[in-house]
């Protein structure tokens, strides 16, 4: 059975509760995710229809 006692050293070692640091990880996903769309959006825009292949149409 847990009682008191026993419940004090390993709630000691659980700690606070609280993520200490990790900045760089969050950095880290935004320097990827603008990254990502920096490319898509580069390669939408260099596959975009140019104006030499729309006025060969007409």
Avoid: C, F
Avoid at 17 to 29: D, F, L, S, T
Avoid at 34 to 53: D, F, I, K, N, V
């Amino acid at each position: 059975m847990i009682t008191a006692l026993n419940l004090s050293p390993l709630l000691a070692q659980v700690g606070s509760g609280r993520i200490q640091g990790g900045w760089e990880y969050i950095w880290a996903a935004y320097i990827i995710a603008w990254a990502s769309l920096s490319l898509y959006a580069l390669s939408l825009w260099l596959r975009r229809p140019g104006q030499a292949s729309h006025d060969s149409k007409e």
